[in-house]
């Protein structure tokens, strides 16, 4: 009696969720060993690419967090990249390059836009929680493309990368990768840790049935407040990678299309996951850049693909490796 | 032992109106049935009891306290729980991770990120027990979804209990439950009974007139009797309105 009184529910849920922790530990060696194979293939183009690739694996899974596990489709979460983006570049330009100080002022404004744009938000369900939040999502991409201090529309190039530890990350693509990899390991271990705790399983529930939840206690805005918040703030750590990746920041880091491209990340990857929207990150661009190359209207055959996909695998990659038992998914 | 005290409550939907000054007296420890016709408004008064719909006017007492304007959560801290008629459960957690949640939205804060909750024993042990008492503790690691609705009766009746409720609504606990199942049901509430205040509303006069300490009868949103099921078994009003003379001669 005592073994099933303490044992964690010992059906499927549990095994499911250890696949996907395999799954990404599979994905992260990948990441590791993409460099190498690289530099040995003369290819070291990958490299940079790669940290792109990486930083928009962090977006999405920051956007599962929220949209998988929450029922939140946030449609302005690009707004949180243009503010790590921005973050680099206006510290930047006051001599101020130390990476984490970036990431945490990128942090700090993401936070505070997520309080007061969320707090309002969740005011509202469904399709009016997208509007509004594809509006204040747009707001801020308008108020960048005004800032004419940064470039506005056109954007503003930054003359150098910035730095860890007084280490300088200009012209060492290997070391931003590397950098970014270990932030995405991170994060991936923190958005794991948070799902499983008291407080995922808070925000699991008020997704479920936020009237079962309110019946036992639970005011559900607090809960749904925090996690938007946390989302937020992982997304703008992303956009602190893309403005060194590129070394250069724009309003478009904060289009709507971009909040749509992210969207299509998750649920190409697998909802409420966390590992699947890291693969859903990697296959949508890989997708962009092979299908690129191949023709121009390759926004024609992704958009086939992604119909054919949401139609046969409704739960995405995920759900399609743990159909065929790669996962081994079921029990 | 908390009773429930209900004074001069409405509820309007638009020109109907739901719940016509409605005023209740659950004495601390009672069971306290309340039944009517099919539209009589009795969900709705469970509802505005519970918090989940706010009334136009009038006052609900918990213990002495006015909670009236006060959210669902916050009753249910205080000790109001409700089971619902149409079972509302979260389908992709177990039945235990269903009653876990409903412990610990009472035990410790829920602001906790890093350890996980799977293993949490006080959470298991207390969920566990709530589950015993509802008959369901050997289905705990099957998903809700794939009970049967017995057994999603018998889990939002955990559910319910697993808030340590002083005063627990219960709003038709038995509807589709038949034969032995229904037997066994009433058997396991008259178990809480002087332990627990209860208020049922259910359609099944057997069970209510085992069950009951008192009854009250609601037609159109008013209560046209209340009192001992006898006496309410034997109004003149009662039986013109609901219960038929074919009852009461069986009876």
């Given at each position: 009696m005592t073994e099933t009184l303490t044992?964690?529910?010992?059906?499927?849920a549990p095994r499911r969720i250890a696949g996907r922790v395999k799954a990404a530990a599979c994905l992260f060696v990948l990441f590791a060993l993409m460099p190498p194979l690289a530099a040995a293939l003369d290819d070291p183009f990958w490299i940079l690419i790669g940290t792109r690739f990486l930083a928009y694996a962090i977006a999405a899974m920051a956007l599962d967090l929220i949209l998988g596990y929450g029922a939140m489709v946030s449609f302005g979460h690009a707004a949180y990249l243009g503010f790590g983006t921005y973050a680099v570049a206006i510290l930047s330009s006051y001599g101020i390059h130390d990476l984490s100080l970036q990431i945490l002022a990128g942090i700090a404004v993401s936070a505070l836009f997520a309080l007061v744009t969320g707090a309002i938000s969740l005011r509202t369900r469904g399709v009016y929680f997208i509007m509004i939040t594809l509006a204040f999502g747009q707001m801020a991409f308008f108020f960048f493309i005004s800032l004419s201090a940064y470039g506005g529309d056109d954007g503003y190039g930054l003359t150098q990368r910035s730095s860890l530890f007084g280490f300088d990350l200009t012209g060492r693509d290997g070391a931003l990768y590397y950098v970014t990899l270990a932030l995405l390991i991170g994060l991936f271990a923190l958005c794991h840790r948070i799902v499983n705790s008291r407080f995922g399983r808070v925000l699991t529930g008020i997704r479920e049935n936020p009237v079962r939840m309110e019946a036992v206690g639970f005011a559900p805005f607090r809960y749904q407040l925090t996690a938007f918040i946390i989302s937020g703030c992982i997304t703008s750590i992303a956009g602190v990678i893309l403005a060194n990746q590129a070394q250069f920041v724009s309003p478009a880091f904060m289009s709507w299309h971009r909040s749509g491209e992210l969207i299509v990340m998750v649920v190409l990857g697998g909802v409420g996951t966390l590992a699947g929207p890291i693969a859903g990150a990697v296959a949508a661009l890989t997708l962009e850049e092979g299908l690129g190359a191949l023709s121009e209207h390759w926004k024609l055959f992704f958009g086939l693909f992604l119909v054919l996909m949401v139609l046969f695998s409704p739960r995405g990659l995920t759900g399609l490796l743990e159909k065929t038992g790669l996962m081994r998914g079921k029990s | 032992m908390t009773g429930l005290t209900v004074r001069n409550l409405n509820k309007s939907f638009g020109a109907l109106k739901?719940?016509?000054d409605v005023s209740l007296e659950v004495a601390p420890g009672e069971l306290h049935a309340i039944i009517g016709p099919n539209g009589a408004g009795k969900t709705t008064l469970i509802s505005q009891l519970s918090g989940q719909l706010a009334s136009d006017s009038g006052t609900v007492n918990l213990g002495g306290r006015d909670i009236t304007r006060m959210p669902m959560p916050g009753r249910v801290r205080l000790g109001l729980a409700r089971s619902f008629q149409i079972t509302s459960v979260l389908p992709g957690f177990t039945a235990l991770e269903n009653v876990a949640l409903a412990v610990q939205a009472r035990k410790g804060s829920s602001f906790r990120f890093f350890a996980p909750v799977a293993t949490e024993a006080a959470l298991n042990d207390a969920a566990m027990r709530a589950l015993a008492e509802a008959g369901l503790d050997d289905r705990a690691h099957v998903l809700a979804r794939s009970l049967s609705h017995g057994e999603h009766r018998r889990l939002e009746l955990a559910i319910a209990l697993a808030t340590d409720p002083k005063v627990l609504l219960l709003d038709e606990p038995l509807a589709g439950v038949g034969g032995e199942d229904a037997d066994a049901f009433v058997d396991r509430l008259r178990r809480f009974k002087g332990r627990l205040t209860m208020v049922l509303i259910e359609h099944d006069m057997d069970a209510v007139f085992k069950l009951a300490d008192r009854v009250s009868v609601l037609v159109y949103g008013q209560i046209i009797a209340s009192g001992a099921p006898e006496d309410v078994r034997n109004d003149p009003a009662v039986r013109a309105a609901y219960l038929g003379d074919e009852h009461g001669e069986a009876a």
């Open positions: 044992a964690p529910a010992a059906g499927r | 739901v719940t016509d």
